[in-house]
C-alpha cells in the first residue's frame, strides 16, 4: 500500500514498512496535482503545460512522458494512478492512503454530522491529518489555490469545535488558537479565542490574547481592533468609565534615505546574494524601528520575515535567536520539505534541547557544522526571499555569530538577508571578530544612524503630540532631546509640552506615570532580565492575579511593554534599564528569588530551557547553591547544540559561587563536579593541547585523590594523559596512564578500564616499547568494544587497532600492521562516525607512509583531508597536510608539510614532532634537511618521543662524513626498542657504508 504525504511534507512511502519511494519534488507535485483533482481526468497537454511553461508545447510533453517514466518506474503501477494516451487521473483506491483525500473525508462526514460528538470527531479526525500546509516550499498558482482552500476549510472546521458543545474545553482552545495561525488578522478567532479562556478562568490569557490581536492589526494593517474586540476586552477586566486608549504609535519620520538604503540591500541580497546589514548607532536612535519598517516592506513583497533578538542578560539560551526564526509560522511551514536528516538536526534546537544521558561533547564535536548546516537549510528551505531580523546584536551570542558567518558562507547565493541593530559603544570583543570576518568577506554592510537635525526633531515631535509645534517648542525640544527619536516620544509622551533634562529623567517620569501596581510590577519585569510571561509575573508577585493583569495591561497601553510572541517585553532596553534601577538593592534580591521559584513552578519537570534564566535569577537572589545546580544544568543544554563556549562561560560562573564557600569536603566535591563538567567543553573548544584545559584536569585530579573518589580520579588521568600527550610530554603522559591503570578494580567500567589499557598502549609506542603496547592495545580494544561512552573522547575500539598498526609494522609485522590499519577503517566506516573515520585514515596514513606505500598513502589523505575541511578537524588536517606533503613530493609537497608542522607547533600539539620532522626533512635540500634532522633528534631527546628516533638517526647521518658510528647507534636504540622494521633499515645502510669502507 502506497502512502502519500502531501500536508506538511512530500513523500511517497510504502506505508507498510515506511520506506520511502520518492521525495522528488516534481514526481510528488504530479502526483500531488492529481489528487486534488481526484476523480477528474486532467488532459496531458494541460498538465504539461502547467508544469513546464517556459517549454514548447512538444518538449513539456516529452518532459510528462519522461516524469510518468520516472513516478512509475519508483511506485511501480498503483491502480489509484490511472494513465491514458490522453489524459491522468487520480482515483480513490483501498491500495492508496493520501493524506489529502483523508482530510476531504473527516471534512466533509463533519459538515454532515448531526450528533455532536460525531461532529467533533470528524472535526478533529481532520484536523490531525492536516499537520502542515499543502506541498511546503512550493509556491506555483494552482498549489497557493488548492493550499488556501484547504486552509479555509481547516478555519471551518476550528469554528466548528469553537461553536460545537462538547466536554473538553483543551481542544476548543487548541482549536481557537490554530484559527488565529491561519487567519492572523481576522478579529473573530481573537474573540473566540478570548471568550473560551475567561470561561476556563485564565483571564491573563484573554488579556494577552487581545494584545496580540491589537499588536498584530497595529503592525500588519495599522489600525485598531474593532469595537466588538475592545467591548469584550473591557468586560474581561470589569474596568467602569471610558475606555482607556492605547498611546498611538508615530509613523516612520525622517528616514527616507535610510530606508531606500536599507531597501537596496534587500533587493541585492533577494536577487541571490546572501548578507548582512547591520544598522549602527547609540541608544535610542531609531535603529529598531527603521529595520521593522524593512520587514514590513519585505513581507509585503511575500517575503519570508521571521525576527529574533539578542539580550544583554546572561540568563538566555545560546542559539535562541535562530531559535526564534525558526519558531516562525512561515518558516516551520517550509522546512516541513526538508529531508529527515536534516529536520533531526533542527530538533536539537526545537523544542529546546535535553541533554543525553552520558557522551561526551569531543565525541560529537564534528556534528557542529552538520548542526548548522541544518539550520541554515530550514531558515531558506521556502525557495522565497528570507529576511532575518536580529535586534541589539551587541549582545549576540558566540554561536550564533559562528553560525550566521557559516550559513553565509554555505548558502552565498541564496536569496537571504539578515538585517541587524547593533548599539555602538557596547559591542562585545566576539561580536567584533565575527562581523569583522564578514566584513572581510564583503557580506557586511553597514548604515550607521545619526540622531534627527531640528527640522527632523519637530516632524516627530508633531507627529507624537498630534499638534503643529510653536517654533520655541521646536527649538525646546531639539535642544532637549539631541534628536534621538527614542527621547522625542517618551519625553511627549511624559509632558503635554516640550521637555528638559536628561534621558534618564524622563524614563523615571515616564515609569511614575502608571498607577502603583503597574510601577511594582514593572520593577519584577525588569528583574526579569528578558522577556516575560503573565504567569510568570503571577507567580513571583505578592498581587492577586487580576492586579497583575491589569497592571500588564496598563503598561502595555502606555507602551512601556509590548506584545512579543506568547508573553511581553519593554518597548526598549532603556526603558528596562530605567525601571531596574528604581528597584532597590534588598528589594531586588528578593524579586530575583522570588522570579527563580515562579520559573521552577512554571517549569515543573522540564528546566531545560531556563536552566540559565534559573542560575542567573539564583545568583542574584542569594542562593549560589541552587545557582550551581542550574548553571551545570544550563551548561549541559548548551553542549548538546555544540555552544561550547556558552558552556564554559556558565562552568565558570558555577565555579566562582562554589570557590567563594567556606573551605570543607562538600565544597571541593562541588568543585570536582563543576571541573569535571567542565573539561569536555574545554577540550572541545580548545584541543587537548590547552594549558586551561590541563591545569582543570589537575585540580580535577587532585579533588578527586583527596576526596577518595576513584572512578573520578582514573576519568581525570585519563584525559590528563590525553592532554600531556598532545602537548609531547610522553613520558608524564606515561605516567599518568601507568597511575590511570593502578586504579582499575574488577567493578571499574568496561568503557574506564579499557581507555586505561589504551592510553598505555599510546604512549608505550611513543617511548619506543612497540611490544608493551600491543598487550595493552589489545586488551583496551577488547574491554571497550560495544561501549557507549569514551573517556578521552575516541573509541578505542577503533582507534587502538589504528594505533597498533604502528606497533605491528615497527616490531617486523608488515602483513599485520596492514590488516590492523584496514580493521580500524571498516569499523570507523561501520559506525557511521567521522571523528572516527578521521582518526582510523590519519592513522592508515601514518602506516602507508612507513611501509613507503604511496598510491595507499595518497587515497588515504585524499578522504582525510575531505573529513577535515568538512567538519573542521584542525589537528587531523595538519597530519593530512603534512603525509600529503611527503607523497606529492617537490616545492609545493615541502611547502604543505611544513605548513602541517607549523600549524601544529603553533597550537602546542609536539606529539609525533620527531616522525613529522623527518618527513619534512625528506624533501628539504641538504643544509635545510641537516638542520631538521637535527631538530627532530632535539625534540625526541627533550619531550621522550623515541620510536621514530633510530630513523632520524639512519637518516642524519647521511649528511656525517662517516656515517657509521650514527647508523651504529641507530640500530643499537632499534634493537634496544625491538623496532625490527628500523633495525633492518639501520642494519642495511650500515652494511652498505661497511662494505663501502672509509668514505
Same mark, same amino acid.
Given at each position: 500500500?502506497?502512502?502519500?504525504?502531501?500536508?506538511?511534507?512530500?513523500?511517497?512511502?510504502?506505508?507498510?514498512?515506511?520506506?520511502?519511494?520518492?521525495?522528488?519534488?516534481?514526481?510528488?507535485?504530479?502526483?500531488?496535482?492529481?489528487?486534488?483533482?481526484?476523480?477528474?481526468?486532467?488532459?496531458?497537454?494541460?498538465?504539461?503545460?502547467?508544469?513546464?511553461?517556459?517549454?514548447?508545447?512538444?518538449?513539456?510533453?516529452?518532459?510528462?512522458?519522461?516524469?510518468?517514466?520516472?513516478?512509475?518506474?519508483?511506485?511501480?503501477?498503483?491502480?489509484?494512478?490511472?494513465?491514458?494516451?490522453?489524459?491522468?487521473?487520480?482515483?480513490?483506491?483501498?491500495?492508496?492512503?493520501?493524506?489529502?483525500?483523508?482530510?476531504?473525508?473527516?471534512?466533509?462526514?463533519?459538515?454532515?454530522?448531526?450528533?455532536?460528538?460525531?461532529?467533533?470527531?470528524?472535526?478533529?479526525?481532520?484536523?490531525?491529518?492536516?499537520?502542515?500546509?499543502?506541498?511546503?516550499?512550493?509556491?506555483?498558482?494552482?498549489?497557493?489555490?488548492?493550499?488556501?482552500?484547504?486552509?479555509?476549510?481547516?478555519?471551518?472546521?476550528?469554528?466548528?469545535?469553537?461553536?460545537?458543545?462538547?466536554?473538553?474545553?483543551?481542544?476548543?482552545?487548541?482549536?481557537?488558537?490554530?484559527?488565529?495561525?491561519?487567519?492572523?488578522?481576522?478579529?473573530?478567532?481573537?474573540?473566540?479565542?478570548?471568550?473560551?479562556?475567561?470561561?476556563?478562568?485564565?483571564?491573563?490569557?484573554?488579556?494577552?490574547?487581545?494584545?496580540?490581536?491589537?499588536?498584530?492589526?497595529?503592525?500588519?494593517?495599522?489600525?485598531?481592533?474593532?469595537?466588538?474586540?475592545?467591548?469584550?476586552?473591557?468586560?474581561?477586566?470589569?474596568?467602569?468609565?471610558?475606555? &482607556? $486608549?492605547?498611546? %498611538?504609535?508615530? *509613523?516612520?519620520?525622517?528616514?527616507? !534615505? =535610510? +530606508? @531606500?538604503? /536599507?531597501?537596496? #540591500?534587500?533587493?541585492?541580497?533577494?536577487?541571490?546574494?546572501?548578507?548582512?546589514?547591520? &544598522? $549602527?548607532?547609540? %541608544?535610542?536612535? *531609531?535603529?529598531?524601528?527603521?529595520? !521593522? =519598517? +524593512? @520587514?514590513? /516592506?519585505?513581507? #509585503?513583497?511575500?517575503?519570508?520575515?521571521?525576527?529574533?533578538?539578542?539580550?544583554?542578560?546572561?540568563?538566555?539560551?545560546?542559539?535562541?535567536?535562530?531559535?526564534?526564526?525558526?519558531?516562525?509560522?512561515?518558516?516551520?511551514?517550509? #522546512?516541513?520539505?526538508?529531508?529527515?536528516?536534516?529536520?533531526?538536526?533542527?530538533?536539537?534546537?526545537?523544542?529546546?534541547?535535553?541533554?543525553?544521558?552520558?557522551?561526551?561533547?569531543?565525541?560529537?564535536?564534528?556534528?557542529?557544522?552538520?548542526?548548522?548546516?541544518?539550520?541554515?537549510?530550514?531558515?531558506?528551505?521556502?525557495?522565497?526571499?528570507?529576511?532575518?531580523?536580529?535586534?541589539?546584536?551587541?549582545?549576540?551570542?558566540?554561536?550564533?555569530?559562528?553560525?550566521?558567518?557559516?550559513?553565509?558562507?554555505?548558502?552565498?547565493?541564496?536569496?537571504?538577508?539578515?538585517?541587524?541593530?547593533?548599539?555602538?559603544?557596547?559591542?562585545?570583543?566576539?561580536?567584533?571578530?565575527?562581523?569583522?570576518?564578514?566584513?572581510?568577506?564583503?557580506?557586511?554592510?553597514?548604515?550607521?544612524?545619526?540622531?534627527?537635525?531640528?527640522?527632523?526633531?519637530?516632524?516627530?515631535?508633531?507627529?507624537?503630540?498630534?499638534?503643529?509645534?510653536?517654533?520655541?517648542?521646536?527649538?525646546?525640544?531639539?535642544?532637549?532631546?539631541?534628536?534621538?527619536?527614542?527621547?522625542?516620544?517618551?519625553?511627549?509622551?511624559?509632558?503635554?509640552?516640550?521637555?528638559?533634562?536628561?534621558?534618564?529623567?524622563?524614563?523615571?517620569?515616564?515609569?511614575?506615570?502608571?498607577?502603583?501596581?503597574?510601577?511594582?510590577?514593572?520593577?519584577?519585569?525588569?528583574?526579569?532580565?528578558?522577556?516575560?510571561?503573565?504567569?510568570?509575573?503571577?507567580?513571583?508577585?505578592?498581587?492577586?492575579?487580576?492586579?497583575?493583569?491589569?497592571?500588564?495591561?496598563?503598561?502595555?497601553?502606555?507602551?512601556?511593554?509590548?506584545?512579543?510572541?506568547?508573553?511581553?517585553?519593554?518597548?526598549?532596553?532603556?526603558?528596562?534599564?530605567?525601571?531596574?534601577?528604581?528597584?532597590?538593592?534588598?528589594?531586588?534580591?528578593?524579586?530575583?528569588?522570588?522570579?527563580?521559584?515562579?520559573?521552577?513552578?512554571?517549569?515543573?519537570?522540564?528546566?531545560?530551557?531556563?536552566?540559565?534564566?534559573?542560575?542567573?535569577?539564583?545568583?542574584?537572589?542569594?542562593?549560589?547553591?541552587?545557582?550551581?545546580?542550574?548553571?551545570?544544568?544550563?551548561?549541559?543544554?548548551?553542549?548538546?547544540?555544540?555552544?561550547?563556549?556558552?558552556?564554559?562561560?556558565?562552568?565558570?560562573?558555577?565555579?566562582?559561587?562554589?570557590?567563594?564557600?567556606?573551605?570543607?569536603?562538600?565544597?571541593?566535591?562541588?568543585?570536582?563536579?563543576?571541573?569535571?563538567?567542565?573539561?569536555?567543553?574545554?577540550?572541545?573548544?580548545?584541543?587537548?593541547?590547552?594549558?586551561?584545559?590541563?591545569?582543570?584536569?589537575?585540580?580535577?585530579?587532585?579533588?578527586?585523590?583527596?576526596?577518595?573518589?576513584?572512578?573520578?580520579?582514573?576519568?581525570?588521568?585519563?584525559?590528563?594523559?590525553?592532554?600531556?600527550?598532545?602537548?609531547?610530554?610522553?613520558?608524564?603522559?606515561?605516567?599518568?596512564?601507568?597511575?590511570?591503570?593502578?586504579?582499575?578494580?574488577?567493578?571499574?567500567?568496561?568503557?574506564?578500564?579499557?581507555?586505561?589499557?589504551?592510553?598505555?598502549?599510546?604512549?608505550?609506542?611513543?617511548?619506543?616499547?612497540?611490544?608493551?603496547?600491543?598487550?595493552?592495545?589489545?586488551?583496551?580494544?577488547?574491554?571497550?568494544?560495544?561501549?557507549?561512552?569514551?573517556?578521552?573522547?575516541?573509541?578505542?575500539?577503533?582507534?587502538?587497532?589504528?594505533?597498533?598498526?604502528?606497533?605491528?609494522?615497527?616490531?617486523?609485522?608488515?602483513?599485520?600492521?596492514?590488516?590492523?590499519?584496514?580493521?580500524?577503517?571498516?569499523?570507523?566506516?561501520?559506525?557511521?562516525?567521522?571523528?572516527?573515520?578521521?582518526?582510523?585514515?590519519?592513522?592508515?596514513?601514518?602506516?602507508?607512509?612507513?611501509?613507503?606505500?604511496?598510491?595507499?598513502?595518497?587515497?588515504?589523505?585524499?578522504?582525510?583531508?575531505?573529513?577535515?575541511?568538512?567538519?573542521?578537524?584542525?589537528?587531523?588536517?595538519?597530519?593530512?597536510?603534512?603525509?600529503?606533503?611527503?607523497?606529492?613530493?617537490?616545492?609545493?609537497?615541502?611547502?604543505?608539510?611544513?605548513?602541517?608542522?607549523?600549524?601544529?607547533?603553533?597550537?602546542?600539539?609536539?606529539?609525533?614532532?620527531?616522525?613529522?620532522?623527518?618527513?619534512?626533512?625528506?624533501?628539504?635540500?641538504?643544509?635545510?634537511?641537516?638542520?631538521?634532522?637535527?631538530?627532530?633528534?632535539?625534540?625526541?631527546?627533550?619531550?621522550?618521543?623515541?620510536?621514530?628516533?633510530?630513523?632520524?638517526?639512519?637518516?642524519?647521518?647521511?649528511?656525517?662524513?662517516?656515517?657509521?658510528?650514527?647508523?651504529?647507534?641507530?640500530?643499537?636504540?632499534?634493537?634496544?626498542?625491538?623496532?625490527?622494521?628500523?633495525?633492518?633499515?639501520?642494519?642495511?645502510?650500515?652494511?652498505?657504508?661497511?662494505?663501502?669502507?672509509?668514505?
Amino acid at each position: 500500500m502506497l502512502r502519500v504525504s502531501l500536508l506538511g511534507e512530500q513523500v511517497i512511502a510504502d506505508d507498510a514498512t515506511g520506506a520511502v519511494l520518492t521525495r522528488s519534488p516534481r514526481s510528488v507535485a504530479l502526483v500531488a496535482h492529481l489528487v486534488v483533482h481526484a476523480g477528474l481526468a486532467q488532459p496531458r497537454r494541460r498538465i504539461a503545460g502547467l508544469f513546464w511553461p517556459d517549454s514548447t508545447d512538444a518538449q513539456a510533453l516529452t518532459n510528462l512522458r519522461r516524469e510518468l517514466h520516472q513516478l512509475r518506474r519508483v511506485l511501480g503501477d498503483p491502480p489509484s494512478l490511472v494513465v491514458t494516451g490522453r489524459d491522468l487521473c487520480w482515483r480513490d483506491t483501498p491500495s492508496s492512503r493520501v493524506d489529502v483525500r483523508e482530510f476531504d473525508a473527516a471534512y466533509r462526514a463533519a459538515l454532515a454530522a448531526e450528533d455532536a460528538e460525531d461532529v467533533l470527531t470528524h472535526a478533529h479526525a481532520a484536523l490531525a491529518v492536516h499537520r502542515g500546509e499543502l506541498l511546503p516550499g512550493l509556491a506555483d498558482d494552482w498549489v497557493l489555490a488548492a493550499r488556501a482552500e484547504l486552509d479555509r476549510r481547516c478555519v471551518e472546521l476550528c469554528d466548528l469545535i469553537c461553536r460545537t458543545p462538547s466536554g473538553d474545553p483543551a481542544a476548543a482552545l487548541a482549536a481557537a488558537r490554530r484559527r488565529i495561525r491561519l487567519r492572523p488578522l481576522e478579529e473573530t478567532g481573537y474573540r473566540t479565542l478570548m471568550g473560551l479562556q475567561a470561561d476556563a478562568g485564565d483571564r491573563a490569557g484573554a488579556v494577552s490574547t487581545y494584545h496580540r490581536c491589537a499588536s498584530v492589526l497595529e503592525r500588519e494593517l495599522g489600525v485598531v481592533p474593532a469595537e466588538p474586540t475592545r467591548a469584550a476586552l473591557r468586560r474581561l477586566l470589569a474596568r467602569p468609565g471610558p475606555e &482607556v $486608549r492605547r498611546a %498611538a504609535a508615530p *509613523g516612520l519620520v525622517g528616514r527616507a !534615505a =535610510e +530606508l @531606500a538604503r /536599507l531597501g537596496e #540591500a534587500w533587493h541585492a541580497a533577494a536577487a541571490g546574494r546572501a548578507g548582512i546589514v547591520l &544598522v $549602527r548607532g547609540d %541608544a535610542g536612535v *531609531g535603529k529598531t524601528r527603521l529595520v !521593522a =519598517e +524593512l @520587514a514590513a /516592506l519585505a513581507g #509585503a513583497e511575500g517575503a519570508v520575515v521571521a525576527t529574533g533578538r539578542c539580550f544583554g542578560s546572561a540568563g538566555r539560551l545560546p542559539l535562541a535567536p535562530v531559535a526564534e526564526w525558526l519558531r516562525t509560522p512561515s518558516v516551520q511551514r517550509a #522546512a516541513g520539505s526538508l529531508e529527515p536528516v536534516w529536520r533531526a538536526e533542527v530538533d536539537r534546537l526545537l523544542p529546546a534541547p535535553r541533554p543525553a544521558a552520558g557522551g561526551h561533547p569531543t565525541v560529537d564535536a564534528w556534528q557542529r557544522l552538520r548542526f548548522f548546516e541544518g539550520l541554515a537549510r530550514a531558515l531558506t528551505a521556502g525557495g522565497r526571499p528570507v529576511l532575518l531580523v536580529l535586534d541589539n546584536v551587541q549582545w549576540c551570542d558566540e554561536e550564533t555569530g559562528a553560525f550566521l558567518a557559516f550559513c553565509l558562507g554555505l548558502l552565498p547565493d541564496a536569496p537571504l538577508l539578515v538585517a541587524g541593530t547593533l548599539r555602538d559603544g557596547h559591542v562585545d570583543a566576539r561580536v567584533e571578530a565575527w562581523t569583522a570576518h564578514l566584513r572581510a568577506e564583503g557580506r557586511l554592510a553597514e548604515l550607521p544612524l545619526r540622531p534627527f537635525d531640528a527640522e527632523g526633531t519637530a516632524r516627530l515631535g508633531e507627529a507624537v503630540a498630534g499638534h503643529p509645534l510653536s517654533e520655541p517648542d521646536r527649538a525646546l525640544l531639539h535642544a532637549a532631546t539631541g534628536g534621538f527619536p527614542l527621547y522625542v516620544v517618551e519625553a511627549l509622551r511624559t509632558n503635554a509640552s516640550p521637555p528638559s533634562g536628561r534621558l534618564s529623567g524622563v524614563l523615571r517620569a515616564r515609569l511614575e506615570q502608571p498607577g502603583p501596581a503597574a510601577r511594582e510590577v514593572a520593577g519584577l519585569a525588569a528583574a526579569a532580565g528578558r522577556d516575560f510571561t503573565l504567569e510568570l509575573l503571577t507567580e513571583a508577585s505578592d498581587l492577586d492575579a487580576d492586579t497583575v493583569v491589569g497592571a500588564v495591561d496598563e503598561l502595555w497601553r502606555r507602551r512601556i511593554v509590548r506584545e512579543v510572541g506568547g508573553g511581553y517585553d519593554f518597548t526598549h532596553d532603556l526603558l528596562r534599564d530605567a525601571a531596574y534601577q528604581q528597584i532597590s538593592p534588598p528589594r531586588r534580591w528578593l524579586l530575583h528569588r522570588r522570579l527563580a521559584q515562579g520559573l521552577e513552578l512554571l517549569h515543573a519537570g522540564d528546566t531545560d530551557a531556563v536552566a540559565a534564566q534559573l542560575a542567573e535569577q539564583y545568583a542574584r537572589g542569594g542562593r549560589p547553591d541552587r545557582a550551581v545546580e542550574h548553571y551545570r544544568r544550563a551548561a549541559a543544554v548548551a553542549a548538546r547544540t555544540f555552544a561550547h563556549a556558552e558552556a564554559i562561560r556558565l562552568l565558570k560562573e558555577a565555579l566562582t559561587l562554589v570557590r567563594a564557600r567556606p573551605p570543607s569536603g562538600d565544597r571541593d566535591r562541588a568543585e570536582l563536579a563543576v571541573l569535571e563538567a567542565l573539561a569536555g567543553p574545554l577540550n572541545a573548544r580548545h584541543g587537548y593541547s590547552s594549558p586551561e584545559l590541563q591545569h582543570t584536569l589537575e585540580r580535577s585530579l587532585e579533588l578527586a585523590e583527596s576526596s577518595g573518589s576513584k572512578d573520578s580520579a582514573l576519568t581525570a588521568l585519563l584525559e590528563l594523559w590525553s592532554s600531556r600527550f598532545v602537548q609531547g610530554r610522553t613520558a608524564q603522559a606515561h605516567e599518568s596512564a601507568e597511575r590511570a591503570l593502578t586504579l582499575v578494580a574488577p567493578g571499574t567500567s568496561p568503557a574506564l578500564s579499557g581507555s586505561a589499557h589504551f592510553i598505555v598502549a599510546g604512549s608505550s609506542v611513543s617511548l619506543g616499547r612497540p611490544g608493551e603496547a600491543l598487550r595493552h592495545f589489545e586488551l583496551g580494544a577488547e574491554r571497550t568494544r560495544g561501549a557507549s561512552t569514551w573517556p578521552i573522547g575516541t573509541r578505542p575500539d577503533i582507534h587502538g587497532p589504528a594505533w597498533a598498526a604502528h606497533a605491528h609494522w615497527l616490531l617486523g609485522h608488515d602483513d599485520a600492521a596492514v590488516a590492523s590499519s584496514a580493521e580500524a577503517v571498516e569499523r570507523a566506516r561501520a559506525a557511521g562516525h567521522p571523528y572516527s573515520l578521521t582518526i582510523a585514515l590519519a592513522y592508515a596514513g601514518v602506516t602507508h607512509q612507513m611501509r613507503d606505500d604511496r598510491p595507499a598513502l595518497w587515497t588515504a589523505v585524499t578522504e582525510l583531508h575531505a573529513l577535515c575541511d568538512r567538519y573542521g578537524f584542525a589537528y587531523y588536517r595538519e597530519w593530512a597536510l603534512v603525509l600529503g606533503g611527503w607523497a606529492r613530493g617537490g616545492e609545493a609537497g615541502l611547502a604543505a608539510a611544513q605548513e602541517g608542522v607549523a600549524n601544529l607547533k603553533a597550537a602546542g600539539s609536539f606529539a609525533r614532532m620527531p616522525y613529522w620532522l623527518a618527513l619534512v626533512a625528506a624533501l628539504s635540500p641538504p643544509e635545510a634537511a641537516r638542520a631538521t634532522l637535527d631538530a627532530a633528534l632535539a625534540a625526541g631527546e627533550a619531550r621522550d618521543d623515541r620510536w621514530w628516533l633510530p630513523e632520524v638517526l639512519r637518516l642524519r647521518a647521511a649528511y656525517d662524513a662517516d656515517p657509521v658510528p650514527r647508523l651504529r647507534a641507530a640500530a643499537e636504540l632499534a634493537r634496544a626498542h625491538g623496532s625490527v622494521a628500523l633495525l633492518r633499515r639501520a642494519e642495511a645502510d650500515l652494511g652498505v657504508r661497511t662494505a663501502a669502507g672509509p668514505s
